[in-house]
């Protein structure tokens, strides 16, 4: 009885949320285009939007909650965040620590270089490095691969990634198809292409786990807004073309 009533007094992060009027989203801004600040220094981005989006349906206030790849888990883990909206796949070691919504878009993961480099599958790319960003999935794809022997150079996230390849420090990066076409954009003499795909991955919405309401409630949200079009209308401004055919309903 003890036990219950502890299980029972626990604080639901749904009713803590919405009592406080506000949601604190963990999302990495430094991922163009799911997450940058513009010109004016404010935060813009596919997954930026879609948290606005979500704070507004809502009528909560929107706190951003700074992030990197490695960061995103433990902040929602040790209660810096209720909620990780930042190009997060669904893959089954982090279900193991953390629960997800259903998907709300999706990436595609792929090892790209620079175009005039002659890769067409794994096997080219034995003896160059790739760059990664640490914690992510191309990170633990990439590091799982032993028999390929592929030579990895982890930085601490996808700025510092990306500087790298337009430095010359890296030819070929592994991370979603949509931030390998944007290298090139500041430097077309150091132009990327995806060349391998690694795998797609969904894109959910992550929680710590034990919150079932928040996640149902999450979950209408996102069903809601794949049908009336708004989160395929935010995917398709950023990234130039639409969610798969199956996920807009």
Aim: overall charge neutral.
């Amino acid at each position: 009885m003890a036990a219950l009533g502890s299980v029972a007094a626990r604080a639901d992060l749904l009713d803590d949320v919405m009592k406080a009027r506000k949601v604190r989203i963990a999302t990495d801004l430094a991922i163009p285009p799911s997450g940058m600040v513009d010109g004016n220094m404010k935060p813009t981005g596919s997954d930026v939007e879609t948290a606005q989006l979500l704070a507004k349906d809502w009528g909560l206030e929107l706190e951003f909650v700074q992030t990197t790849g490695a960061t995103r888990i433990p902040n929602v883990q040790t209660n810096k965040a209720d909620i990780i909206i930042s190009t997060l796949s669904v893959t089954p070691e982090r279900a193991k620590v953390i629960d997800f919504t259903k998907a709300y878009a999706a990436l595609q993961s792929v090892v790209g270089c620079l175009k005039s480099l002659e890769v067409k599958n794994w096997e080219d790319l034995k003896g160059k490095t790739i760059a990664v960003s640490r914690g992510t999935t191309q990170d633990t794809e990439l590091t799982n691969m032993k028999d390929r022997n592929l030579t990895l150079a982890r930085f601490d996230d996808d700025a510092t990634m990306v500087t790298a390849a337009l430095s010359g420090q890296a030819d070929c990066v592994a991370t979603s198809a949509t931030i390998v076409n944007q290298i090139g954009v500041k430097n077309a003499a150091r132009a990327f292409e995806p060349k391998v795909v690694i795998r797609n991955f969904d894109l959910a919405i992550g929680l710590r786990k034990g919150e079932p309401r928040l996640t149902e409630k999450l979950n209408e949200w996102i069903t809601t807004n794949l049908k009336n079009g708004k989160l395929n209308e935010i995917y398709k401004k950023f990234h130039g073309s639409e969610l798969p055919a199956d996920m807009r309903g």
